[in-house]
């Protein structure tokens, strides 16, 4: 049986993305186990990771202080969840975090 295209058939070329919606992409990831994978994927992919100003939208503590750790990003997206110190004092800007935790002294 021979297999045949239509005659509208077009031969469709890969595209390539930009790397600031590389850099899109990879804010809506939801584990540090997918940041890694998009980061292997080619040099690219790895440099828009680097380049990410703010870390995603994680669901866990553990993940959001590992990207901090290794990626240094200037603002540290919280997600209302409790940060290390360490990391938030190495930040310049902190979005999104819960300040009951804090004590705050009046002497």
Not at 77 to 101: A, G, H, Q, W
Request: proline residues 4%; hydrophobic residues 40%; positive net charge.
């Amino acid at each position: 049986m021979k297999v045949t295209k239509s005659t509208n058939y077009k031969r469709r070329e890969m595209k390539q993305l930009d790397m600031v919606y590389l850099m899109k992409v990879a804010l809506h990831v939801k584990d540090m186990n997918d940041i890694k994978n998009i980061e292997m994927i080619n040099k690219k992919c790895g440099v828009a990771i680097h380049s990410l100003k703010v870390n995603p939208w994680f669901t866990s503590e553990r993940d959001v202080n590992q990207f901090c750790r290794i990626f240094n990003p200037p603002t540290c997206n919280c997600t209302l969840l409790p940060v290390d110190e360490s990391i938030l004092m190495k930040v310049e800007n902190i979005r999104n975090y819960i300040f009951d935790s804090f004590v705050f002294s009046t002497t």
